[in-house]
T-cell receptor
Framework: DVKVTQSSRYLVKRTGEKVFLECVQD?????MFWYRQDPGLGLRLIYF???????EKGDIPEGYSVSREKKERFSLILESASTNQTSMYLC????????????FGSGTRLTVV | GESVGLHLPTLSVQEGDNSIINCAYS??????FIWYKQESGKGPQFIID?????DKRQGQRVTVLLNKTVKHLSLQIAATQPGDSAVYFC??????????FGAGTTVTVRA
């Protein structure tokens, strides 16, 4: 089975801190995605990457950046965390040009205080 | 069974009844649709999918219906069980690699 692993289940950070959320997949998927999930809003795409060192903005990229130095790893960076970034963050991966096999990690619950 | 005519954020279902979860989509160019189930503490998991050249697809205890005319998607769960309690999301794509998700419906199964 494809595994998408997010390094932390729960994180508490202070306003203004730089925060790194890590995601690793083990099935050689080309595409990787970062979403945030908020009640009533569903999943909103922050950034995605279709290849190493490639990235594209999703629907809500403001306040975030990403890094993909290796195919298996996709990092989400909050340059200066704010309380409105308190959310559940979900990473996903999929094969190139296909959403079938789109697999999610278990999520990281981030609280910014 | 219980049905939801419009998208509602929550659905309470008696164990053994059938459930219907509705989803409206906005992009008329979307040609592939997926239903996901998210249990507490887990990421969304694939349930069933359907392409726009179909209007119905059946899986094990689940059926997805697609009405392209009114841009409406539904998920039917037969004989709902306690393990079906979860948040259900519909997702759509027009380009086959980037998904857009609905707001989700929380299904609670009553014993």
């Amino acid at each position: 089975d494809v595994k998408v692993t997010q390094s932390s289940r729960y994180l508490v950070k202070r306003t203004g801190e730089k925060v790194f959320l890590e995601c690793v997949q083990d099935m050689d998927h080309e595409n990787m995605f970062w979403y945030r999930q908020d009640p009533g809003l569903g999943l909103r795409l922050i950034y995605f990457s279709y290849d190493v060192k490639m990235k594209e903005k999703g629907d809500i990229p403001e306040g975030y950046s990403v890094s993909r130095e290796k195919k298996e790893r996709f990092s989400l960076i909050l340059e200066s965390a704010s309380t409105n970034q308190t959310s559940m963050y979900l990473c996903a991966s999929s094969l190139q040009d296909r959403v079938l096999g789109y697999t999610f990690g278990s999520g990281t619950r981030l609280t910014v205080v | 069974g219980e049905s939801v005519g419009l998208h509602l954020p929550t659905l309470s279902v008696q164990e053994g009844d059938n459930s219907i979860i509705n989803c409206a989509y906005s992009n008329s160019a979307s040609d592939y649709f997926i239903w996901y189930k998210q249990e507490s503490g887990k990421g969304p998991q694939f349930i069933i999918d359907i392409r726009s050249n179909m209007d119905k697809r059946q899986g094990q205890r689940v059926t997805v219906l697609l009405n392209k005319t009114v841009k409406h998607l539904s998920l039917q769960i037969a004989a709902t069980q306690p393990g079906d309690s979860a948040v259900y999301f519909c997702a759509e794509t027009a380009n086959d690699y980037k998904l857009s998700f609905g707001a989700g419906t929380t299904v609670t199964v009553r014993a």
